[in-house]
Structures are given as C-alpha cells and as structure tokens.
T-cell receptor, first 110, second 113 residues
Framework: QKEVEQNSGPLSVPEGAIASLNCTYS??????FFWYRQYSGKSPELIMS????GDKEDGRFTAQLNKASQYVSLLIRDSQPSDSATYLC??????????FGQGTELSVKP | DADVTQTPRNRITKTGKRIMLECSQT?????MYWYRQDPGLGLRLIYY???????NKGEISDGYSVSRQAQAKFSLSLESAIPNQTALYFC????????????FGDGTRLSIL
C-alpha cells in the first residue's frame, strides 16, 4: 500500500460546480496534512493545511480530515477554469520528510 | 523577491557535462530538499538536508551529489549528465519540526542532449 494515495484523474467538472479531490494515507500517526496546487510546468504551491479532524475553510477551498478513516479531501466550490491544475496531497512521515501523492489532475470546463 | 530562488531557470547541456543547480532561500528555514519531476510523474526526492551538517540521500540519489554551503544555500550537482536526467528540478525548504509544510522554488528545467 502506498503511503499517500490519490485518484489520478483526470477529474472534469463544469464551471461553477464543486470539485471534490480525495486522498488516503497509511500512517495512523500522521498529524498534519497539506494540499498543493501545481499548474503545468510550474512549482507546487501550498493552498491548504489541516491538522484537526473536521473541516477547514479558506475562501472557495475546504479541506476535510477524518483521521479514523485516514482520509483527507479538498473541495473547491464554484470551480473556475483557472482552478484547472494538478492537486497534490502531502503527509509528513516519521522521518520528517513529506510524502506526496501522485496528484489528481482537475479540468474545469467553461 | 522570491523566498526560494533557483538558478538557472532553464539549462540545456550535453551528455557528460558537469552541471550545478543552485538554491538559495530567505525564509530562515533549516531544512532544504531537492526533487525531480518527470512529465506525468510525481515528485521524487533526490537529497535532503535538515541542517548544514546533515545531508541525506532520498529515493533517487544515484548520479547526483549535493552541497549545503550555508543555512540558506543548497546546491545539486550532476557529475556527468546523462539524457535520462532530463527533468524539472525543484528545491524546497521547511521549518524545523515534523509537521511543517514545504515551500518550493520556481524550478529548473534541465535538458540533456
């Protein structure tokens, strides 16, 4: 089992819809979880951090964490074409390194 | 100015050449990392350093070496470049602690002919 797993996509949603991106992780002791956005050919950009069970909202983005199910998700409300990118889930491991998922490619169609 | 600066941004070179990619940061972070990314693939860790005297191999260190010249500087070298090292290279930094996010530079696009 991979340490961090994401659906590879591509995930296609119409403009204005809610995009839902999912991530599962294997280490039950994980304490922090990060979502990065990466446009094609560009560097990953940190967009959300979440540390506690429940929801964390930041503008159109909501991160949801369920430690019992080892599941973290990212919801993007009112999706825009500019949200089209690859979204990476990342979880620190015991050795202090960040383990990245393979990423989910999101395409928002006008 | 960018907090994490990578130079050069683009480089084209020939097989067998020695290449150095440089990374400097103004974030005051102790931890620095080098990744490579190939088209359609995820990030792969090459080397990482938790402080100036601590350097560790990542999952794909063969063919690469690093130097941590100061807290703010971390260089990646390809001693004898080969075409399959053509990739996008990223430097990242993070604060001390096991639950910190990483912050990335803009990347270096390296092509080896």
């Amino acid at each position: 089992q991979k340490e961090v797993e994401q659906n590879s996509g591509p995930l296609s949603v119409p403009e204005g819809a809610i995009a839902s991106l999912n991530c599962t992780y294997s280490d039950r002791g994980s304490q922090s979880f990060f979502w990065y956005r990466q446009y094609s050919g560009k560097s990953p950009e940190l967009i959300m951090s979440i540390y506690s069970n429940g929801d964390k909202e930041d503008g159109r983005f909501t991160a949801q964490l369920n430690k019992a199910s080892q599941y973290v998700s990212l919801l993007i409300r009112d999706s825009q074409p500019s949200d089209s990118a690859t979204y990476l889930c990342a979880v620190p491991n015991q050795g202090g390194k960040l383990i990245f998922g393979q990423g989910t490619e999101l395409s928002v169609k006008p | 100015d960018a907090d994490v600066t990578q130079t050069p941004r683009n480089r084209i070179t020939k097989t067998g050449k020695r290449i150095m990619l440089e990374c400097s940061q103004t974030k005051g972070h102790d931890r620095m990392y080098w990744y490579r990314q190939d088209p359609g693939l995820g990030l792969r860790l090459i080397y990482y350093s938790f402080d100036v005297k601590d350097i560790n191999k990542g999952e794909i260190s063969d063919g690469y070496s690093v130097s941590r010249q100061a807290q703010a500087k971390f260089s990646l070298s390809l001693e004898s470049a080969i075409p399959n090292q053509t990739a996008l290279y990223f430097c990242a930094t993070s604060d001390t602690g096991s639950n910190q996010p990483q912050h990335f530079g803009d990347g270096t696009r390296l092509s080896i002919l």
